[in-house]
């Protein structure tokens, strides 16, 4: 297999994200929680960024943030320059679990968003390319009960392509699956990205994951989420976890989040 270059895909329909001294915290029965400081960073159209720390440190949140699911209490946040108020098609959420309708089959699932909004009739067709998309179209008539984890989030994320979305927010999508299937999903993720040139953010505490996906990292801090670091992955893909320069990396990444001493 021929590498493909770490750049933009060929064909980039991916949106612009401006992150500009977001600040956010919650109130937790009278007491304020903070939850992210002061984060600023842009993310190309196109380009695949992920957002890398500890559990519980505000990644998460960040996502909600410009999903547009709520706004942050300090800071603006905007799409192709334009400030996010709200959410929108063109911005989707994959969450850790599939989250799918068990009382739908996995074509009612991946077709719910355009009865939504109101186009199923005129954009049918798309449904059956998302499952393509994902190798599940053997599996439309299926029900969430009768599928795989890795199968129930290849359902999940047809959902979310079935919209033609230009960016999508992963939450850590592939968390909950065995490492076999997660490492088939994070291949699938890849050709997904590559083939759609959506813009991608990926929540994750794993390093490897990171760094396997990624053209760029986003190194945050414990809660309240600050950035530490940004590193570039100047790796062509398909990457290899035994590459001195992909080990290298995950070195110095490890050694970003104060854990080197473990590895």
Known sequence: MVAAPATLPPATSGMSIQVRQVSHHFLAKGTRLEVLDRVTFTAAPGSFVALLGPSGCGKSTLLRLIAGLEGPKEGKIGADGVRIVAPDPSRLLVFQDP??????????NVALGLEARGVFADRRHRVDEALQLVGLQGFADAFPNELSGGMAQRAAL???????????????????LDSLTRMAMQ???LKLWQNAGFTALLVTHDVEEAL???QRVIVFSQRPARIVETVPVDLAYPRHRDDP????????????????HDW
Do not use: I, S
């Open 158 to 176: 047809a959902r979310v392509l079935v919209n033609d979305p230009r960016l999508l927010l992963l939450d850590e999508p592939l968390g909950k």
């Open 212 to 214: 396997l996906l990624a």
């Open 245 to 260: 320069a992909f080990v290298a990396l995950r070195r110095e990444l490890l050694e970003k989040m104060n854990l080197a």
């Open 187 to 189: 291949a699938e993720l």
């Open 99 to 108: 989250t799918l309708f068990p009382w739908r089959t996995v074509y009612q």
